[in-house]
């Protein structure tokens, strides 16, 4: 029996909260697979009274900081809460200097001296690995300042595609144990200008060592070594790929070119525009013209085309057909002196 669809509907990157509502006619029944962790209450006061050596707060500045490190922080005293978009060390920490990891802002520091650590800068390495070796299996990546998860998306146009793709999602991640990771899982309905999707999503905030091989495989539904050998083969398959359409790639430039050189032959060998004359090498005067081929593969053939460079007294530099310039001297060019 196929699961029941939908879970939310969501705009992309945005929640909604819909109250008996439909969207398509799918109506909100039941969660078809979704796990959420659980987040402390806030503290607006810091909770340790212990000094942070300014080495550990370098270590975070350098690249965030795994679940071990923080379970070895806590052990020394500090205390360590989980939110939904972040954790924070509380502990007297000395003055933050570096806010972004990543290219995001993802370190922050309270007043009460305590340090705020984005998910995102949270076992980023484990979390990279993971995605990573999803990828070669069809599942997307979200990676923003606000978000890095993997997923899997279907567009459908009624709720017999909806429910069809919600169970085959379901059947590919049903045996994920999302205790071995904070973060959640979920297969949803989401829609977006473009039409109605079922998605099915991984979000992975922090995981310890010990269970970074396991989900992959729980995912995958293969054995690592077997995911390794897999993923090899099509590196090695891409590799080869590129190869090939880089070499075909470069014989078509070279036809281009061949063209493009054929086709302003052609064009010199009925003469160059009158009162013009090439010279190897001219210094650029107000009123100069110049003149050029242009020759561009798709076209029939080449054309000439002019330049007229001026310079009124209050300006610095030259202006050809308007546009300024920084060149002074010319080389290889068709010209015609200004009277």
């Known amino acids: 029996m196929q699961p029941s669809v939908t879970v939310r509907v969501r705009l992309w990157e945005q929640e909604l909260t819909l109250k008996n509502k439909c969207i398509m006619n799918y109506k909100i029944t039941e969660k078809l697979f979704e796990k959420n962790g659980i987040t402390d209450n806030k503290h607006i006061l810091n909770t340790s009274e212990i000094t942070v050596d300014e080495s550990v707060l370098n270590e975070i500045e350098k690249g965030g900081v795994t679940l071990e490190r923080l379970n070895e922080l806590n052990k020394s005293g500090l205390d360590i809460y989980k939110?939904?978009?972040?954790?924070?060390i509380h502990g007297l920490f000395p003055e933050l200097g570096v806010n972004y990891l990543y290219g995001y802002k993802l370190l922050f520091q309270n007043k009460n001296k305590s340090i705020g650590v984005k998910w995102m800068a949270i076992d980023a390495a484990k979390k990279e690995r993971i995605y990573s070796a999803l990828s070669y299996y069809g599942w997307g990546c979200v990676k923003n300042s606000t978000s890095w998860y993997v997923y899997k998306m279907k567009a459908?146009?009624?709720?017999?595609?909806?429910?069809?793709?919600?169970a085959k999602f379901h059947n590919?991640?049903?045996n994920l144990n999302t205790n071995l990771f904070f973060g959640n899982a979920g297969i949803y309905m989401a829609k977006s200008m473009f039409g109605v999707y079922v998605v099915s999503e991984i979000n992975i905030n922090g995981i310890y060592e010990k269970n970074v091989t396991q989900v992959i495989e729980q995912v995958a539904g293969k054995r690592i070594s077997e995911i390794e050998t897999e993923i090899e083969r099509i590196k090695l398959e891409r590799e080869e790929k590129r190869k090939i359409e880089h070499e075909e790639f470069e014989k078509e430039c070279e036809m281009q070119k061949e063209k493009e050189r054929q086709m302003a032959a052609e064009l010199l060998a009925n003469g160059i525009p009158e009162g013009?004359?090439?010279?190897?090498?001219?210094d650029i005067?107000?009123?100069?013209e110049t003149a050029y081929?242009?020759?561009?593969?798709?076209n029939d053939k080449a054309e000439w085309r002019f330049n007229k460079y001026t310079k009124r007294p209050r300006q610095i530099k030259f202006r050809k057909n308007g546009i300024e310039t920084y060149a002074k001297t010319l080389r290889n060019i068709y010209a015609k002196l200004p009277n």
């Open 172 to 174: 590919e991640t049903k």
């Open 293 to 298: 081929v242009y020759a561009f593969y798709h």
């Open 83 to 88: 939110y939904q978009t972040q954790i924070t």
């Open 156 to 166: 459908v146009t009624n709720k017999e595609q909806a429910a069809e793709w919600a």
């Open 276 to 282: 013009y004359k090439f010279y190897e090498s001219l």
């Open 285 to 288: 005067v107000d009123g100069l």
